[in-house]
């Protein structure tokens, strides 16, 4: 595994930093950074969630159900999807510095035409814009939330309405980087942390929120953010994760991330999509972060990387059982739309499995462009909704394994078993 942090001290140039030679966190694990800072996203160098914190996103997922303007429960109401952050912030999210309109390859864009996502009650809102750094979100009475307020109220709905948000903020022209107690990352965890105070006071029926550091910045060709302050953003947000979760356990307040019991302070935290790979070297999920991705300053995403981080959100949110229920309308496995996942989206699933460039209509229901047994397990946990007019039969499943490559099929016999097992508990 790769450790050389040293090598984050080159200088900015567009043309030769294709890699850094650093450890993406979350494939880090246990190992350290700088000899100090665990990897992985979640705490033991894991990026699991643990339990705890999860059951308790769980119960805020449940709540996020559409209020009116007044903020009470209203099955004709909406509620708002909100982002906070900076320039890369409103690029990646709508394209345009503006709270609706957006441009069709950035995560608004990718949202608005995918059919089984909630268009119904949830308003996706582009609360950030260019030159809004962190310490302009970090206290309640900064002029960004007044103008968020108002950009609300002449798009018909409240704050009392806003009940998940996207955060990713920085800092221009970092100077400092770990382990010193005064560096950019460090910064980071304070003004995320009041920032999630802010969000609390604001925002009294937000639920959830999520964080995401900065993408690769080994382009750079300006002092705006460049390496290894990008890197470092990410273990900045993981210890704010990490302070709600050691709080929650009994483990005291974060001395520099501050109070955030999830119960009076702040919302409940977790992370979003992890964006950062080390450039041109592949993360191990296959991320890289192309020059073409990034704008000519070798900060800003290009379409290409708005695209990018459009997806990484997408496949977050329409995949997190943490998120799923109120960001789609359909069930995963629900392939033609009609409210139930059936026999129907079997066979649709059995048709393209083991294909590309398919759609949710084709059962591409993780959004990875793909037909795989992903698709097929995000089926299996949906199976039978609702009452069938019968249930798969052995032929079924025969035609089925007919269209998996041959190296795949030892890894049905679980979810196939499970599958069979769960029909006949709910069929009892």
Same mark, same amino acid.
């Not at 246990?30 to 160098?45: D, V």
């Not at 990026?47 to 004709?76: E, I, K, W």
């Not at 382990?179 to 950019?184: I, Y």
């Not at 953003?233 to 483990?251: D, L, W, Y």
């Given at each position: 595994?790769?450790?050389?942090?040293?090598?984050?001290?080159?200088?900015?140039?567009?043309?030769?930093?294709?890699?850094?030679?650093?450890? *993406?966190?979350?494939?880090?694990?246990?190992?350290?950074?700088?000899?100090?800072?665990?990897?992985?996203?979640?705490?033991?160098?894991?990026?699991?969630?643990?339990?705890?914190?999860?059951?308790?996103?769980?119960?805020?997922?449940?709540?996020?159900? *559409?209020?009116?303007?007044?903020?009470?429960?209203?099955?004709?109401?909406?509620?708002?999807?909100?982002?906070?952050?900076?320039?890369?912030?409103?690029? =990646?999210?709508?394209?345009?510095?503006?709270?609706?309109?957006?441009? *069709?390859?950035?995560?608004?864009?990718?949202?608005?035409?995918?059919?089984?996502?909630?268009?119904?009650?949830?308003?996706?809102?582009?609360?950030?814009?260019?030159?809004?750094?962190?310490?302009?979100?970090?206290?309640? +009475? %900064? &002029?960004?939330?007044?103008?968020?307020?108002? =950009?609300?109220?002449?798009?018909?709905?409240?704050?009392?309405?806003?009940?998940?948000?996207?955060?990713?903020?920085?800092?221009?022209?970092?100077?400092?980087?770990?382990?010193?107690?005064?560096?950019?990352?460090?910064?980071?965890?304070?003004?995320?942390?009041?920032?999630?105070?802010?969000?609390?006071?604001?925002?009294?029926?937000?639920?959830?929120?999520?964080?995401?550091?900065?993408?690769?910045?080994?382009?750079? +060709? +300006? #002092?705006?953010?460049? =390496?290894?302050?990008?890197?470092?953003?990410?273990? /900045?947000?993981?210890?704010?994760? &990490?302070?709600?979760?050691?709080? #929650?356990?009994?483990?005291?307040? !974060?001395?520099?991330?501050?109070?955030?019991?999830?119960?009076?302070?702040?919302?409940?935290?977790?992370?979003?999509?992890?964006?950062?790979?080390?450039?041109?070297?592949?993360?191990? !999920?296959?991320?890289?972060?192309?020059?073409?991705?990034?704008?000519?300053?070798?900060?800003?995403?290009?379409?290409?990387?708005? #695209?990018?981080?459009?997806?990484?959100?997408?496949?977050?949110?329409?995949?997190?059982?943490?998120?799923?229920?109120?960001?789609?309308?359909?069930?995963?496995?629900?392939?033609?739309?009609?409210?139930?996942?059936?026999?129907? %989206?079997?066979?649709?699933?059995?048709?393209?499995?083991?294909?590309?460039?398919? +759609?949710?209509?084709?059962?591409?229901?993780?959004?990875?462009?793909?037909?795989?047994? !992903?698709?097929?397990?995000?089926?299996? /946990?949906?199976?039978?909704? &609702?009452?069938?007019?019968?249930?798969?039969?052995? =032929?079924?499943?025969?035609?089925?394994?007919?269209?998996? *490559? &041959?190296?795949?099929?030892?890894?049905?016999?679980?979810?196939?078993?499970?599958?069979?097992?769960?029909?006949?508990?709910?069929?009892?």
């Amino acid at each position: 595994m790769r450790r050389y942090p040293f090598l984050f001290a080159s200088s900015l140039c567009a043309c030769c930093a294709t890699s850094r030679a650093a450890t *993406p966190v979350n494939d880090l694990g246990t190992g350290l950074y700088l000899n100090q800072y665990q990897g992985g996203l979640y705490p033991g160098g894991s990026n699991a969630m643990p339990a705890p914190h999860a059951a308790l996103g769980a119960s805020r997922a449940s709540n996020v159900v *559409p209020l009116n303007a007044q903020g009470q429960p209203d099955p004709a109401g909406k509620f708002v999807f909100l982002s906070i952050g900076m320039s890369n912030t409103s690029q =990646e999210f709508s394209g345009l510095n503006h709270p609706t309109n957006f441009q *069709p390859w950035t995560f608004m864009g990718q949202a608005a035409a995918h059919p089984a996502v909630n268009h119904s009650s949830m308003v996706m809102f582009n609360g950030a814009r260019g030159g809004e750094t962190a310490a302009k979100w970090d206290s309640p +009475t %900064d &002029e960004n939330y007044a103008r968020v307020a108002t =950009e609300l109220a002449q798009a018909g709905l409240s704050e009392q309405q806003v009940r998940v948000a996207w955060v990713k903020v920085a800092n221009p022209n970092p100077a400092v980087s770990l382990p010193a107690g005064n560096s950019d990352a460090l910064t980071l965890v304070r003004q995320t942390g009041s920032i999630l105070r802010t969000l609390h006071a604001r925002y009294p029926n937000l639920e959830q929120v999520f964080l995401s550091s900065r993408i690769y910045a080994g382009y750079a +060709t +300006t #002092t705006l953010n460049p =390496e290894p302050y990008a890197y470092e953003s990410g273990f /900045a947000m993981k210890r704010v994760i &990490e302070a709600q979760i050691n709080q #929650t356990s009994g483990g005291g307040v !974060d001395p520099i991330a501050g109070n955030l019991d999830p119960s009076s302070a702040a919302p409940w935290v977790a992370w979003g999509p992890y964006l950062w790979a080390d450039g041109t070297n592949p993360r191990s !999920d296959g991320l890289v972060w192309l020059p073409t991705d990034l704008q000519s300053d070798g900060t800003h995403p290009s379409q290409a990387g708005q #695209t990018k981080v459009g997806r990484l959100l997408m496949r977050h949110f329409i995949n997190s059982p943490l998120a799923e229920d109120w960001f789609l309308d359909y069930a995963q496995g629900d392939a033609n739309l009609d409210g139930t996942v059936n026999l129907s %989206d079997f066979n649709a699933l059995a048709a393209n499995f083991g294909q590309s460039g398919r +759609t949710w209509q084709q059962a591409d229901f993780t959004y990875d462009g793909q037909v795989t047994l !992903d698709d097929f397990n995000a089926l299996a /946990a949906n199976f039978g909704m &609702e009452e069938l007019a019968r249930d798969p039969t052995p =032929e079924d499943w025969s035609a089925l394994a007919s269209a998996i *490559p &041959e190296p795949a099929m030892a890894l049905w016999a679980v979810p196939l078993t499970m599958l069979s097992h769960r029909r006949r508990r709910r069929s009892g």
